[in-house]
């Protein structure tokens, strides 16, 4: 039989933690017959301590099989123990007795365990059940200094609950903040060393292909001279000098990408004359329906960026073939106000008519390493990575209507 009394189960812990007191309370009780004192009631009290140890034999096959509860369930098993100690004091000298405190532990336990309108309750229970154990009290037979520090006492477990129980409620909430932040830096320190392994590897490829590259390229210049009129050699010349164009522009963003390289601005008619010869050589047959902005601004001229957002518009264009769409619309605005960053904003939004993105993956995508067969695979990823590298945000989703949505957020240089 599995019982929750893991260090990491809260529900684990408050178990341990009341065995532990049942076994404490049999042993002061009999203490107390034995050498202090032989009045006491003892078929009331054994009757109490009797029906706690049954609760906590049914809580423990309860939850026997389960690693983590409600917070309603954990409120449950706190008025239980709120409940259980205050039948028991009441037959032990009410508010008297030097163990009335322990009413301040379910309190305690509460602010860490469960959310804080649950604390509020517990700690309203643990007032009530220390009000009651006040009224039990026979003033009379103790006089007017032991109705004054009962009543002393009274005040001080008000004082201490409100002040405890804020205390620990205000620390556990930032503990768990921090745990959020530090989950969220891992995810981020993830994402960021994927990202790191596929430049390596793509640097790594592109610096393989530059000596055969090279080669090709003296073996068709021997070619040329033996076979000048030869069509497959005139056809090599065009494939062979893409390439080396590409390997030459990959080494500029290398050497732009550097830590002292200075990264130069323009203006975005420039960035979307760029995007949109890209999107005419490779798609000709789609149709950018597009608004821009009538006054000019500057962006950022990071050598990456005109990939990234080519590749939304690949994605784009990719999921209209699916459904022989051939429009795309694009919006450009600029924002009226600046940003919390101190900055003024402009975005891009991309909507295609394709089929949409599949919901389990649109929590994924751009994020972490999906299946690419949709066009949503590692291109989206690195485009994710350049975006938030310039301090920006990529936002996806699906059009109440038709399509998807990608929407581009940078700052205004």
């Known amino acids: 039989m599995l019982i929750n009394f893991s260090p990491n189960s809260a529900l684990g812990q408050l178990l341990l933690l009341r065995s532990i007191a049942i076994v404490l309370q049999l042993v002061l009780v009999l203490i107390s017959l ?23 034999l049914a809580s423990i096959y309860a939850y026997r099989k389960v690693s983590d509860v409600s917070p309603g369930a954990m409120v449950m098993q706190l008025v239980a123990d709120i409940l259980f100690l205050t039948v028991l004091l009441s037959f032990l000298g009410g508010a008297s007795n030097a163990f009335v405190s322990l009413l301040l532990l379910p309190c305690i336990i509460a602010a860490v365990t469960v959310p804080p309108r649950f604390v509020v309750f517990i700690s309203v229970a643990a007032l009530a059940a220390y009000g009651y154990l006040y009224t039990v009290v026979p003033m009379h037979h103790h006089g007017m200094h032991m109705g004054q520090h009962l009543l002393g006492m009274l005040v001080n477990f008000i004082f201490m609950v409100i002040v405890t129980v804020t205390i620990v409620t205000y620390l556990a909430s930032r503990i768990q903040q921090r745990e959020l932040a530090l989950a969220k830096s891992r995810e981020k320190q993830l994402q960021q060393e994927q990202v790191l392994a596929l430049g390596s590897a793509a640097a790594q490829v592109t610096h393989q292909l530059a000596t055969p590259i090279a080669h090709l390229s003296l073996l068709l210049e021997e070619l040329n001279e033996d076979f000048p009129e030869h069509p497959a050699v005139q056809e090599m010349h065009a494939p062979l000098t893409q390439c080396k164009t590409q390997l030459d522009g990959f080494r500029a963003q290398t050497e732009l990408l550097k830590p002292h390289a200075q990264v130069s601005k323009q203006a975005f008619e420039t960035l979307w004359q760029q995007l949109h010869e890209l999107m005419t050589l490779q798609f000709p047959e789609q149709t950018i329906n597009c608004q821009i902005p009538a006054h000019s601004f500057t962006v950022s001229g990071d050598p990456m960026l005109i990939p990234a957002l080519f590749n939304l518009f690949v994605n784009a264009a990719k999921a209209n073939e699916k459904c022989s769409a051939s429009r795309l619309e694009v919006s450009v605005t600029v924002s009226e106000e600046v940003a919390a960053g101190g900055r003024q904003t402009w975005s891009l939004s991309i909507r295609d008519l394709g089929p949409g993105i599949d919901m389990d993956k649109l929590a994924l995508i751009g994020k972490s390493v999906v299946d690419s067969s949709s066009g949503l695979g590692m291109a989206l990823l690195l485009s994710h990575a350049t975006i938030e590298r310039l301090e920006g945000t990529l936002h996806l989703s699906n059009h109440k209507s038709q399509g998807a949505v990608s929407v581009v957020t940078l700052p205004v240089v």
Request: proline share 9%; glycine share 0%; aromatic share 18%.
């Open 34 to 56: 034995w050498f202090l004192d032989k009045n006491l009631p003892e078929q009331p009290i054994f009757t109490v301590i009797a029906l706690e140890s049954l609760f906590q």
